[in-house]
């Protein structure tokens, strides 16, 4: 039996596994501080010390109030920064116009701060022989900084650049982020881009993977987007988690040989049962496509593929995942013909549809009615609109008898109805002359009853004189001329 004193200890073991394992298990996905100083540790000025760093604790050191790149290189100087047995730096209330990060004083490094300072630019890159683990970047009114200045740190784990100005983000260190947990703060930056962002999070988040980076301070990161991302509507401000709705998107965009789509959250759209669905938009515009692009992430209602080379609309009627396109920008293709779209759910709900400068030669009436007539059971023709202009059609009779009429009837859904022209006639199918296009015809056939009538004329006046020559021979014996000229042929024998 255990004594109360041993049931205190096993109790106490037990708990005390319990607290270690918590603890470890939070010291994962805790992330590791950089060198960091309060105000009250910065050297003291005084006439006998004018040394603005000045060595805390083991192998840091701090520098502060620093007004000038000189000031700044003389405060490194007299705390020995460089020397390998520095190892963290903390530059805080500096004021400079920029901070050059390939300066060899960095190498030996493996944690360097600076915050609370006025430092609008970072200008040039880290080499790939620093040390740098943990860099502290925050509060600076940091404004520009190179792109490429993380790319070659080798192990980096710890990025800070909450607080400051930014409009985009630097792109991260490859073979840091795939070693290990990549922590990053970009929170309270006022101006940065939802596409910097966005591209940042396509690439490197995902929740599922242990590897992938870690954001800090979710709650307080924001991203502004141009007013052209519709998806966001009214709101200024756009909340990382719906950021990372879009990177999801993001995976599934179209992509193919030597082109890439891109993708975007269209709009919110609720169905009747309450439930809220994001759609999506594809933009594969000018990608040099020869065809629609082989597989739509769900949800997508809205595809732009104009300024390509596409040819057939297929996929439109056939591919599953275009069931929910309503608005399809075609435009400047080498699209020939619409039948395909005869039947297809598009046409039974679409909004837009542009088809200018294709190649489509016939139009066939019927398939767009169809839509039309759709629309007009709302009353309200407005809410469809088709583009066809600047495709040459073959003009006959029939289109300036149907599809003229059709254009000009239904000039509010095809908003350029003026501008669809003949290929065979110089002149535009609203303008075409009926009498014209159709009497060209006409004047054919007469033509050609001339040519019988004239037919029939020279038959009858053959046999005539044939019949004549026949009696005269009969009556005078002899052939009038011509048939006397003629060489005597075998059958001639006959008669003679
Ligand atoms: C960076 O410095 C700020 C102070 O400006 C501090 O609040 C923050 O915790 C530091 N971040 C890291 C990762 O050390
Ligand atoms: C580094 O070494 C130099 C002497 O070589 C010494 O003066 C300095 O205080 C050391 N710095 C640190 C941070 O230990
Ligand atoms: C920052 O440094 C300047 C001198 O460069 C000094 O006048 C100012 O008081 C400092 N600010 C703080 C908060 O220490
Ligand atoms: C932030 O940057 C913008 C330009 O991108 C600039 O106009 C603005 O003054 C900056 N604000 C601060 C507080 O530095
Ligand atoms: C397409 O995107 C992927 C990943 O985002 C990138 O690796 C590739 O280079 C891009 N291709 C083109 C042609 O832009
Ligand atoms: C489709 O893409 C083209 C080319 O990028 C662009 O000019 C056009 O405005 C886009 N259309 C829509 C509706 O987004
Ligand atoms: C499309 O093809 C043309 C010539 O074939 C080439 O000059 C152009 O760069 C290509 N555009 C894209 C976006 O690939």
Redesign the pocket.
């Known amino acids: 039996m255990l004594s109360r004193c041993d049931s205190t200890v096993l109790f106490t073991f037990i708990l005390s596994i319990i607290v270690f394992v918590i603890t470890s298990w939070g010291a994962d996905v805790d992330s590791p501080q950089c060198v960091f100083f309060s105000v009250e540790q910065c050297p003291n000025i005084t006439t006998t010390n004018v040394c603005r760093c000045h060595v805390v604790g083991v192998q840091s050191v701090i520098c502060c109030h620093i007004r000038s790149d000189f000031e700044l290189n003389e405060g490194l100087a007299c705390a020995a920064v460089g020397q390998p047995n520095v190892t963290a730096l903390h530059l805080r209330n500096v004021t400079l116009d920029k901070f050059d990060a390939n300066s060899d004083r960095w190498r030996h490094l493996v944690s360097l701060s600076v915050t609370d300072s006025h430092v609008p630019r970072l200008v040039n890159v880290f080499g790939s022989r620093f040390e740098l683990t943990c860099l502290n970047l925050s509060n600076n009114g940091l404004n520009e900084v190179d792109p490429r200045i993380l790319t070659l740190l080798p192990k980096l784990s710890r990025l800070d650049l909450s607080h400051n100005n930014l409009t985009s983000l630097p792109e991260l260190p490859e073979v840091s982020v795939h070693i290990s947990h990549f922590f990053i703060d970009i929170s309270d930056n006022p101006l940065l881009s939802c596409r910097s962002l966005s591209d940042m999070l396509s690439k490197y988040h995902d929740s599922k993977s242990e590897n992938s980076v870690h954001f800090l301070n979710q709650k307080s990161t924001f991203c502004v987007h141009p007013s052209s991302f519709h998806w966001f509507d009214s709101i200024e401000r756009v909340s990382f988690e719906k950021i990372t709705e879009k990177a999801k998107v993001d995976k599934v965009c179209p992509r193919g040989d030597g082109y890439n789509c891109s993708c975007d959250p269209y709009r919110l759209e609720g169905s009747a049962g309450g439930v809220y669905t994001i759609t999506i938009a594809v933009?594969c515009?000018?990608r040099n496509l020869t065809a629609l692009p082989k597989s739509l992430p769900p949800f997508t209602v809205h595809l732009?593929v104009?300024?390509n080379s596409i040819t057939q609309l297929d996929e439109i009627s056939i591919d599953e995942s275009y069931a929910d396109i309503r608005?399809l920008?075609a435009e400047y293709n080498q699209i020939k013909t619409l039948t395909v779209l005869e039947g297809s759910r598009f046409m039974d709900k679409f909004t837009h549809l542009g088809l200018k400068h294709n190649n489509i030669k016939t139009l066939p009436v019927y398939i767009l009615s169809h839509a039309v007539d759709r629309m007009s059971q709302y009353g309200d023709n407005s809410i469809i609109s088709i583009t066809l202009g600047k495709n040459r059609l073959h003009c006959d009779c029939t289109t300036s008898q149907v599809v003229k009429y059709w254009l000009i009837s239904n000039q509010k859904v095809v908003t350029d109805f003026d501008e669809v022209m003949c290929e065979n006639l110089d002149e535009k199918v609203i303008e075409l002359d009926q009498n014209k296009v159709c009497m060209v015809q006409k004047d054919w056939s007469y033509y050609i009853n001339y040519i019988i009538a004239l037919e029939i004329i020279l038959f009858i006046l053959l046999i005539s004189k044939v019949s004549y020559d026949y009696w005269v021979f009969k009556s005078a014996g002899y052939l009038p001329w011509p048939a006397s000229k003629m060489p005597k042929l075998p059958c001639d024998w006959v008669f003679e």
């Open positions: 933009d515009s000018s732009n104009s300024y608005y920008y």
